[in-house]
């Protein structure tokens, strides 16, 4: 059981449409659709493997420029069918979430309601409503409410959380959407734990909680509660949040894409966006596949924003053979996704592919490579 925001865990396979592109398009001509084949829900600050699908910890070789590569012809990302249910992404722009300010009670206090899709997990608790409100003592609460379509909420191995990004700003903390603290309750064999992360660079770290700290369990309600002014927040502050439910199996997050927004104060509008200037943190994982078959190259792409152009090249030595890229749209950094790559018949051996990002402001990330066995 990997810890909540501390490793890989599995995900139900999702599957998603995307038109053929006959041409490459310049990047800001293509809109944000929702693409990739998404593999896992990930949580990669400790680089921990996933054992269900054989990725190791990636070690990051040298950034090679992806400029100037012999480039094949575009091919989009294929569908990857699940082995038991389909689910299609949706295109949530953050920029609406950003605008999405909620009304509440005058004053002090405030309360708001946020919701997500429902059934569109089933080997996990399934969030399906986020609610939260602060008082004239200035107490944050914060519940969580799961559906009937997932796990029971509760059940050991999971972990049923929130995290925050305290500064409403994307380009700063985890690149987890920007997120500075996450908190959770782990239902463990023995016992159940109150956990509680902070940003430590671009992932997070166990950190000592608030004393005003409080999570409970009650039916399908986990129920969080803390004093705003424990996690820095100024009395007419607010918070970006995001719901994350973890099996071992899989997991959910509330919303799918992107994160909503929280204000103390009624009426009170998020601050505006500064220019981003934080490039996308890629890795690549290792993967295998079959000649004559398609393989899954496992990658994550994760953007403080969450919409990236990714590029995938496969290399057999220094010799390229395969370039997959994938327009512009959204890419939850939660996620591992899967670019997809039919391997030619005469193709066996030790291979090599790497990743490459750029978000809508062309930010450049690192480059990934991992191995890439072909039997």
């Not at 921990?48 to 990636?58: E, Q, T």
């Not at 309360?111 to 107490?139: C, E, H, M, Q, W």
């Not at 512009?328 to 997809?340: G, H």
Request: net charge positive.
């Amino acid at each position: 059981m990997v810890e909540f925001f501390g490793g890989l865990i599995q995900r139900e396979a999702r599957s998603v449409r995307r038109k053929p592109s006959p041409s490459p398009a310049p990047l800001q001509s293509i809109p944000p659709r929702v693409r990739r084949t998404a593999r896992s829900l990930a949580v990669l600050i400790s680089g921990s493997a996933d054992p269900a699908f054989g990725c190791v910890s990636p070690a990051l070789e040298p950034a090679e420029t992806l400029d100037g590569l012999e480039t094949a012809p575009r091919e989009d990302a294929m569908r990857r069918k699940p082995p038991r249910t389909r689910r299609w992404l949706r295109a949530l722009s953050l920029a609406a979430l950003g605008a999405l300010v909620l009304a509440g009670i005058a004053g002090a206090a405030n309360s708001g309601s946020f919701t997500d899709r429902p059934g569109d997990v089933k080997l996990a608790a399934d969030v399906t409503n986020i609610d939260v409100s602060n008082d004239d003592a200035g107490t944050i609460t914060i519940g969580l409410t799961f559906g009937d379509g997932g796990l029971t909420p509760g059940l050991p191995g999971e972990d049923l959380g929130v995290a925050l990004d305290l500064d409403q700003n994307p380009d700063t903390g985890t690149v987890y959407y920007g997120t500075e603290v996450g908190f959770a309750l782990d239902f463990g064999v023995s016992g159940t734990t109150l956990k509680f992360e902070r940003a430590a660079g671009s992932g997070f770290a166990s950190a000592p909680a608030p004393a005003s700290l409080q999570g409970t369990i009650n039916g399908a309600t986990v129920t969080f509660s803390v004093k705003a002014a424990d996690l820095g927040l100024a009395p007419n502050g607010g918070f970006n949040i995001v719901a994350v439910s973890e099996s071992p199996l899989a997991g959910d997050l509330g919303p799918d894409f992107g994160t909503f927004n929280y204000q103390l104060v009624a009426g009170t509008p998020p601050p505006a966006l500064p220019p981003d200037t934080r490039a996308p943190l890629d890795h690549a994982f290792a993967s295998h596949g079959a000649h004559g078959r398609v393989a899954r190259l496992a990658y994550a792409a994760q953007d403080g924003r969450g919409v990236t152009a990714d590029t995938v090249r496969v290399y057999r030595r220094g010799r390229l053979l395969r370039t997959i890229q994938i327009s512009l749209s959204n890419a939850s950094p939660f996620y591992v996704y899967d670019a997809r790559w039919r391997v030619p018949r005469t193709v066996r051996g030790r291979l090599r592919f790497c990743v490459g990002s750029v978000d809508a402001a062309r930010n450049k990330s690192n480059s990934s490579c991992a191995p890439l066995v072909i039997r």
